[in-house]
């Protein structure tokens, strides 16, 4: 079998949306109860008479990290040897979007409150909608209002192409997404649309605008992988940054690079579905130093679809293919393996759910095998990474 390059390398992945339950706070998010891997496994056991199968994950102390919450094992899990670091991390941040849980694990607490839209008909600002239609030449938009993105493609898509109008619409995170046809529209003017109302989303601050563009005739629409997210840059230097500052490589594959707004990268990987990803990670391992890549389909296809047999087909489908990632990487290599909020496909609603990740680390003489508690931040994943790369952070303690 052919080996990765053998170079300083730390790996790291994020699950997203792979939550394990048990936030403190997870009440006041109208979460109490939600539990991502839990809900999953037991819908296994219930359904498909079979445990959820994730031998190397489990390996790495997923089901100890889960046990450390919830003082028991998920449901039929396949109990093993444990030959990593587990931990379970708590969510400081005030929200619980993607951009405020990758900030925080790499190091930049969201300590602020976003600006959400209300749940109700017509719920973008009127004088807003108005500075969007005058400064991007429209003669309106559809929807308007909080919605699924495949149900308000379907919904709208037709009177979009007829009228030439995009398609507004957000949810219960702090996001205004534009859904147009990429033929009909232009996925380019779809972009600079996005662009502008990103610096019209600045005060009071809407955490990211994001391009949804799609294809297809009525009936049968579906999204293209030309999705494009516009955020804020994060206020602070994240570990990213300070690792690259520090002279090493920092590749971001995925929406990495969206997410910190295309600062703290020496390169960024664009890749949709996790078979991509994975072999985008691989090509990208020999830049060397540290890659992130973010698994969104978790996230974006089975969470918010609410659809427990997908996500956990999925999470075996990622499970064994890490398998085979972990037979390729030199033993100098680290692997960190975490998530950046939870999205419960057994929860009620569409949105994401407020609970405790899963940190599992391997590899790279980072730390020994071994229980690593509760974590207070998501920031002790960042204050680890840099400690990889010699490098200190302001905020999170060292998992050791």
């Not at 609603?349 to 071994?370: F, K, N, S, W």
Request: hydrophobic letters at 40%; charged letters at 25%; a negative charge.
């Amino acid at each position: 079998m052919t080996r990765l390059a053998v170079v300083r390398r730390l790996f790291w992945f994020v699950l997203d949306s792979f939550g394990i339950g048990g936030a403190p706070d997870a009440e006041r998010f109208g979460d109490a109860g939600s539990d991502t891997l839990g809900h999953i496994a037991a819908w296994f056991l219930n359904n498909e008479g079979r445990a959820l199968n994730l031998p190397n994950l489990g390996r790495l102390g997923l089901g100890e990290a889960y046990q450390l919450v919830h003082h028991r094992q998920p449901a039929g899990w396949l109990e093993g040897e444990v030959s990593g670091t587990f931990a379970a991390a708590t969510e400081v941040s005030t929200g619980k979007d993607t951009p405020s849980g990758h900030w925080e694990m790499t190091g930049v607490p969201v300590r602020w409150e976003w600006a959400y839209y209300p749940d109700t008909d017509e719920c973008f600002p009127k004088a807003l909608l108005g500075e969007i239609y005058s400064k991007g030449s429209l003669r309106g938009s559809l929807a308007n209002q909080h919605a699924s993105g495949t149900a308000v493609i379907e919904q709208f898509g037709r009177e979009s192409i007829e009228s030439g109008k995009p398609i507004f619409y957000t949810s219960a995170d702090s996001v205004f997404q534009i859904a147009a046809h990429e033929d009909h529209f232009g996925l380019e003017r779809l972009y600079e649309l996005c662009k502008l109302v990103r610096e019209l989303t600045l005060d009071p601050l809407v955490g990211r605008v994001i391009a949804r563009p799609f294809i297809g005739e009525p009936g049968a629409f579906t999204r293209t992988k030309n999705r494009r997210d516009f955020a804020v840059r994060p206020p602070k230097p994240t570990v990213l940054e300070v690792i690259k500052d520090a002279g090493f490589p920092v590749t971001g594959v995925g929406k990495i690079g969206d997410i910190f707004a295309h600062v703290g990268m020496t390169s960024e990987v664009k890749a949709s579905g996790h078979d991509q990803l994975w072999e985008k990670t691989r090509e990208a391992s020999g830049n060397g130093g540290l890659i992130m890549t973010n698994f969104v389909d978790f996230d974006m296809l089975y969470g918010h679809r609410r659809d427990p047999q997908g996500y956990g087909l999925a999470l075996e489908e990622w499970d064994r293919e890490f398998e085979h990632f972990l037979k390729e990487v030199s033993p100098g290599d680290a692997i960190v393996v975490t998530a950046d909020h939870g999205n419960d496909p057994c929860w009620s609603g569409t949105d994401h759910t407020r609970e405790r990740v899963p940190v599992l680390i391997t590899g790279g003489g980072l730390t020994g095998p071994g229980n690593a508690g509760i974590r207070s931040s998501f920031a002790d994943i960042g204050a680890t990474v840099g400690n990889f790369f010699g490098v200190e952070m302001d905020e999170g303690t060292v998992i050791e």
